[in-house]
């Protein structure tokens, strides 16, 4: 209580962050009560009729609902997975280039996607990979037959995954190599007096001293394991692509704003919450029993 009273200065600058977080975080989630109304817009909240769980039993008997829970959780878990693997492995090659000038220009190089939105990035993709674009000549040069790859299930579905990939790629590279910085470099010289290579080093040394990290950026992921990338599937996917990249978050859009169900539309995003929700304490508590991780 005397520290509060001698730092009363710096707790009040917490205070615009908590405000913020209570309006935009904490207030919205007034707007879940619709899962559980028939909601009209011209009722308000106060008026609409309650019907318990009757959006969610409609929900979950739409024909369509088992297809998009399950291209959301596939696309999440391979991006999840992939988020992780391909960083590090980048991360670990730099950290063995001894050219520093290359080393930053492909940083750079990798990190630069990162910085553009998926409007941007969206239209790019899209075309490098339609009929007239790049990769249809490249095919078409070898004397093959263009592939509609925009209008593919299968082949959407990896474009969504592998751009996804490039796009955050560089920034969890980034947060890898500042971690593999800051292990101490006698371990290193230690290793190398007792004979060894740069191999058996990455092993004992590099992987376990990113360990930390690798698991926070995998708990921090987990959280967001139904969130498959709505901005960019939104941006990039047609009616023809339904099937295979139709997930969560898109449905939702499409359920609200285009057949105006809002009670439906807010029991989905309800039940995607809930399933976030425990991933993540289960995820924390694995972190804290196996590495003895916890934030707090």
Request: hydrophobic content about 55%.
């Amino acid at each position: 209580m005397r520290t509060l009273k001698k730092e009363y200065l710096l707790h009040l600058m917490l205070l615009p962050g908590i405000i913020v977080t209570l309006i935009y975080a904490y207030g919205p989630m007034a707007g879940l009560v619709m899962a559980f109304q028939q909601f009209e817009p011209l009722s308000g909240f106060f008026h609409s009729k309650f019907v318990g769980f009757d959006n969610f039993k409609y929900v979950f008997n739409i024909p369509d609902f088992k297809q998009v829970l399950w291209n959301t959780v596939l696309i999440a878990v391979i991006k999840m997975v992939l988020a992780l693997v391909v960083p590090l492995i980048l991360a670990l090659l730099l950290n063995e280039v001894t050219k520093r000038w290359f080393s930053r220009f492909i940083q750079s190089a990798v990190f630069l996607p990162f910085f553009l939105s998926w409007t941007v990035l969206g239209g790019v993709v899209i075309e490098l990979f339609s009929l007239s674009g790049p990769i249809n000549g490249l095919i078409a040069s070898m004397g093959l037959k263009p592939i509609m790859f925009m209008l593919d299930n299968q082949w959407f579905r990896g474009i969504i995954i592998g751009s996804d990939i490039w796009k955050g790629m560089g920034y969890n590279m980034i947060i890898m190599l500042a971690a593999i910085t800051g292990i101490n470099a006698t371990l290193y010289e230690a290793a190398e007096v007792d004979g060894a290579g740069r191999w058996k080093q990455m092993l004992h040394i590099t992987l376990p001293g990113i360990a930390p990290i690798i698991i926070v950026l995998g708990v921090l992921s987990l959280g967001g394991i139904l969130n498959a990338g709505f901005e960019q599937i939104l941006i990039m996917y047609n009616p023809t692509v339904y099937e295979g990249s139709d997930i969560i978050d898109t449905f939702v859009y499409r359920l609200g704003m285009f057949s105006q169900q809002f009670g439906p539309a807010a029991a989905v995003g309800l039940f995607k919450s809930v399933i976030s929700l425990v991933l993540v304490s289960v995820t924390y508590y694995a972190a804290y029993k196996f590495n003895n991780y916890r934030i707090f």
